[in-house]
């Protein structure tokens, strides 16, 4: 029978096993455990109406965040269109869904699937491209998305939009907000699975090693055009399968809400959150998806109390507010709410003697 294993003084790793495993003692699983537990069977029974909207929209959010933290903050490819493939994945979960007839669990892998193809086909180009050349590239591709959306009438609707009937599993109903909540973060949780063990494989340390220096991964024989095309593919996947969730959950799309300005909040999400670290991208999300909601709510607020000149000033600095964030962490705390995550870890570990 194995011992229970705290936290050891010092290091006693023997294997590289135990180098890369996820929880390095039991204490580690124990709050997992009870993390799942507050997950799943107390916040859905506790939370109003409105705060299972609040949080449906962080868990979609940060699915999307963790692919685009697979692209940039593990191998170093910066992408400025990951907003249009959450779209993508919308449109493609509402078409199949409203048109082929798919039910949900085979519409939101399949749109996985085909946002991953869109991908790929936009990193064709990009994948041989670095630094600013990399970033218009990808804007680019943002911006023919937008257009697809617009345009194309007769597959997207156009401006009008598709409705998107209510979704249901084995007979279940999902209209409800607190029915969704768990399919969300099921969902959630099984993406985190994956995205922390790629991470421990060949391909995620192939992946860190692009991120690094090429040139060096490279020469030690890592084919850095395919490892840079297949992380495009497993981002836009996750950006796809999201974005499914996101048409079933709202039941109707519009072309407006995938644009330039959510492909900049996903990436204000993982670089607040931290760049190169997964639960980085879930801390990112709740910040930006709750500061976006408070600076919703002082607006709706002054308006109410009449100061509506206040309140028609304040709307349009969402974007600045977003921004003098981002520019404040990089310069303050530039690994982002993760690294004060692990302070703080590290703090209650040395506890009474961390001072």
């Not at 029915?179 to 994956?194: D, E, G, L, N, S």
Request: net charge neutral; charged share 10%.
């Amino acid at each position: 029978m194995n011992k229970l294993q705290f936290h050891p003084c010092g290091n006693f790793r023997e294997s590289y096993y135990e180098e890369i495993r996820i929880f390095e003692t039991d204490f580690g699983r124990l709050w997992m455990l009870i993390g799942l537990m507050l997950l799943f069977v107390v916040i859905p029974f506790i939370s109003s109406p409105y705060m299972l909207y609040v949080l449906n929209t962080m868990g979609i959010y940060a699915i999307a965040a963790i692919g685009l933290n697979l692209l940039i903050g593990y191998t170093g490819q910066i992408s400025l269109g990951h907003g249009a493939f959450f779209g993508v994945g919308a449109y493609t979960a509402a078409i199949l869904a409203t048109r082929a007839g798919f039910p949900f669990l085979l519409a939101v892998p399949a749109a996985g699937l085909v946002t991953a193809a869109v991908g790929m086909v936009f990193g064709l180009p990009t994948a041989r491209l670095k630094h600013l050349y990399l970033c218009i590239a990808t804007l680019a591709g943002q911006f023919i998305l937008e257009y697809v959306f617009v345009q194309w009438e007769r597959l997207t609707g156009g401006a009008e939009g598709i409705v998107v009937s209510e979704a249901s599993i084995f007979g279940i109903g999902l209209g409800d907000d607190r029915v969704f909540y768990y399919v969300i973060f099921v969902c959630f949780v099984v993406m985190i699975w994956i995205a922390v063990n790629l991470i421990r494989t060949r391909y995620g340390r192939a992946f860190i090693a692009i991120r690094d220096n090429d040139r060096a991964a490279e020469g030690m024989g890592i084919p850095i055009f395919s490892y840079k095309l297949l992380s495009f593919a497993i981002s836009s996947f996750y950006a796809g399968f999201a974005g499914a969730l996101y048409a079933y959950y709202m039941m109707c799309i519009t072309p407006e809400p995938f644009n330039l300005w959510l492909s900049i909040e996903f990436i204000a999400m993982i670089i607040i959150g931290g760049l190169g670290s997964i639960p980085g991208s879930v801390f990112g999300s709740i910040f930006i998806v709750g500061l976006s909601e408070i600076l919703s709510h002082i607006t709706q607020y002054l308006m109410n109390v009449g100061d509506t000149g206040m309140g028609i000033t304040i709307a349009p600095l969402r974007e600045f507010i977003f921004g003098l964030a981002i520019v404040l962490f990089i310069i303050f705390e530039p690994k982002g709410l993760a690294e004060v995550w692990r302070i703080i870890r590290s703090n209650f570990r040395l506890w009474p003697f961390s001072y």
